[in-house]
């Protein structure tokens, strides 16, 4: 039995060792709002926080997770109420709406991190992430409107 914690709350899973934490969030305790993309590390949709810092849920083992804390976009404000989640809203961000969690998992991580980062500071750090409908202006403008209000 592997115990962590999930959004602030103790958590557990008897999931094999090698499970990437995608499948126990999204199967395991039913939290859908962590999408399953392309299953490799590059789309970023997968995105969580582990220890407060981003992580490719994809890509993480769920041995590697015991006792550490996990976020996910459901933990991130109980009310969309995060400064990224409303510049998202601001910015109108959202099209298809799929790769929306991971990418503002990654830009709370930013400004948690670096509170008034630069354009090039913003494109180097959500370039972990694919937007197929490709928003990545008002992704970026949303971020540095998060920054600025924040």
């Known amino acids: ?7 602030g709350k103790a958590a557990s899973t008897d999931a ?5 934490l995608l499948w126990v969030i999204r199967e395991g305790l039913k939290l859908s709002g962590t999408k399953f993309g392309c299953g490799v590390g590059l789309c970023g949709a997968c995105m969580v926080h582990i220890d407060g810092k981003r992580a490719f849920s994809c890509q993480t083992q769920v041995r590697e997770i015991a006792g550490k804390a996990i976020t996910t976009i459901e933990g991130l404000s109980e009310d969309s109420s995060h400064p990224v989640q409303k510049a998202w ?3 109108k961000v959202p099209q298809c709406g ?7 998992m990654s830009a709370a991580d930013l400004l948690k991190h670096n509170p008034h980062p630069t354009r090039d ?11 197929r409908c490709g928003t990545y202006a ?4 949303a971020v540095e ?3 600025r209000e924040g």
């Open 1 to 7: 039995m592997i115990h962590f914690t999930i959004n």
């Open 16 to 20: 094999p060792p090698t499970t990437p």
């Open 89 to 91: 809203l601001a910015e």
């Open 98 to 104: 799929y790769c929306q969690s991971g990418q503002i």
């Open 121 to 131: 500071e913003i494109v180097e750090y959500m370039s972990a992430h694919i937007c």
């Open 138 to 141: 008002r992704i970026f403008s």
């Open 145 to 147: 409107r998060a920054s």
